[in-house]
């Protein structure tokens, strides 16, 4: 199957937007194929100020506005505790609430952007998916992350070389209580990594008393450590060559 069949088959279709690049292409590739996609972006404590800036701005790009949805996702049983399934947890509650907006609309599928690339292993979110019997067109399709950032860079969208991103609630280490003042913390060290010293790809992790700075790229430079620091209200910063979190 590829997409055009895809969205023959499935002409009507909300989508979970995350403003992403998987996201942003699939809903280019639907627009241009004349189907109706609602995109439906749903903002809540794991949002960034930047997830929430991006997903606008590929919206207005393609000509058209996202239905947004407010959710108080810390108050989901089970999500701020951040046990192993809270990205689970978390993913099923999201796209309850796009199913909502579908069923709504009287819109018969809801579909994500979850490309051939990832690793259900790595996503523990996936499983959300099939229980809610969400569609995934580009992993449906066989089309890999290299496949997307090329179709996209192909149809001239601005995110197409943008770094894979994941929530906030990624940047508080599995175990450790996810509050809004710890993610916040983590947001304002990578602005400063990104605005400062002109990182991406970047991502800064706390278990609540120490700070993990991993770098996509050779970008070490000195004062890094003082500066995340100081963001992180005087935490202790120390760089990080690998993950450090068991929870995605």
Request: glycine share 10%.
């Amino acid at each position: 199957m590829d997409l055009p069949a895809f969205f023959e088959e499935h002409p009507r279709c909300v989508l979970g937007f995350s403003g992403g690049a998987d996201s942003t292409y699939l809903l280019g590739m639907a627009l241009g194929m004349a189907s109706e996609v609602v995109p439906v972006t749903v903002r809540s404590q794991f949002s960034s100020a930047e997830d929430l800036r991006r997903s606008g701005e590929a919206c207005r790009h393609l000509g058209i506005e996202p239905v947004v949805v407010d959710v108080d996702i810390l108050s989901v049983d089970g999500i701020a505790a951040n046990g192993p399934d809270r990205c689970y947890l978390c993913k099923r509650e999201i796209f309850r609430r796009v199913r909502m907006v579908a069923d709504r609309l009287g819109i018969p599928d809801v579909i994500d952007g979850t490309n051939a690339s990832d690793r259900e292993e790595e996503r523990p979110g996936m499983r959300a998916l099939r229980e809610l019997g969400v569609m995934s067109p580009l992993r449906m399709c066989g089309i890999t992350k290299d496949d997307v950032r090329a179709g996209s860079m192909a149809m001239g969208l601005p995110n197409w070389d943008e770094p894979s991103n994941s929530c906030r609630a990624t940047r508080v280490l599995c175990g450790t209580s996810i509050t809004p003042g710890l993610m916040d913390m983590t947001e304002e060290a990578e602005s400063v990594l990104r605005d400062r010293y002109g990182c991406r790809g970047h991502r800064v992790r706390t278990d609540g008393e120490r700070s993990f700075i991993r770098l996509a790229d050779d970008m070490y430079v000195d004062g890094m450590e003082e500066d995340v620091s100081m963001a992180m209200g005087g935490m202790e910063a120390v760089l990080s060559g690998r993950r450090h979190d068991g929870c995605r």
